[in-house]
């Protein structure tokens, strides 16, 4: 099997992901993305608004497929800020969150009463459900920590009903886009949408950079502060400026099982 960087990195994560649910006491990290910003102004309930921008990239990966009534699993669901706004805003059935990491999920189960969502702890390359189970899959900026892209699409492929969609959005370095395409070449499923969304989630960054620098400061020690910001995406860091040079791109596809 290849070494890549995202399997030498996954302890690593795995390890960090933990650490920030364990920061965050009071729950206002519920969003673990780097937002989407557009021209259009989608109204969102007060308490929301705070989240607007990594609310946002939810609402238009998953707008492009009629969700009311279905069955929906989000792979990656981090602390389910994405789950419980696809949930209450879209009306599916139901929404299922499913997070390797432990503490997100035990901070979803306590923190989120909303009517069909429900969340478990698993692995996104070996799925604990049945084939043929779900009208949709979603997944948020949560692959490229996978250690095996193909191993994941396979268990997409196997869990989503005939005609079912996945709904995926994340991050590639320039040199990954070509190996992404061809991944999802083969999956089996049919691209039916494909767009760089880089400039949009740029303007989300700009937009929540206050925001975040302040989450940081209340709830970071400052020993780590810098590898958080790389981590927020704030814009000063490396990552923001690899979004700028296009060293990375923020990609969002629609797929379709058929
Ligand atoms: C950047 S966060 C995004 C979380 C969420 N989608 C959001 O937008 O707020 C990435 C998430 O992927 C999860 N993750 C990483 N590897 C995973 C795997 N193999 N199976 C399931 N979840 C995984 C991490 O635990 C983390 O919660």
């Excluded at 929301?48 to 792979?75: P, T």
């Excluded at 929404?95 to 989120?112: A, P, Q, R, W």
């Excluded at 996945?166 to 499923?189: C, H, K, P, V, Y």
């Amino acid at each position: 099997m290849k070494i890549t960087k995202a399997k030498l990195l996954n302890p690593i994560w795995k390890i960090w992901y933990s650490y920030i649910s364990n920061l965050d006491r009071k729950g206002e990290v519920t969003f673990l993305n780097y937002g989407y910003a557009d021209d259009k102004n989608i109204e969102f309930k007060k308490e929301d608004e705070i989240n607007r921008y990594s609310a946002q990239l939810y609402h238009h990966v998953v707008s492009s497929v009629k969700l009311y009534g279905l069955d929906v699993l989000e792979v990656g669901c981090g602390r389910g800020g994405g789950a419980s706004y696809v949930a209450g805003c879209f009306v599916p059935k139901s929404v299922t969150g499913l997070d390797l990491c432990k503490e997100s999920i035990n901070f979803c189960k306590k923190h989120y009463f909303v009517k069909g969502l429900s969340f478990c702890q698993g692995d996104a390359l070996n799925l604990p459900f049945a084939d043929n189970n779900f009208d949709a899959v979603v997944n948020v900026e949560s692959s490229h920590r996978y250690p095996d892209m193909e191993k994941f699409l396979k268990e997409v492929y196997r869990v989503l009903k005939t005609g079912g969609y996945f709904l995926f959005a994340d991050l590639r370095d320039e040199q990954s886009i070509g190996t992404l395409r061809e991944q999802l070449n083969n999956s089996n499923m049919k691209i039916i949408k494909e767009e760089v969304i880089t400039p949009n989630v740029l303007k989300a960054l700009e937009l929540d950079h206050k925001r975040r620098i302040g989450l940081i400061n209340k709830l970071v020690p400052k020993i780590f502060h810098s590898l958080t910001k790389e981590f927020a995406g704030t814009k000063e860091t490396g990552l923001y400026k690899s979004f700028l040079t296009k060293k990375k791109e923020y990609l969002y596809y629609v797929l379709q099982k058929d």
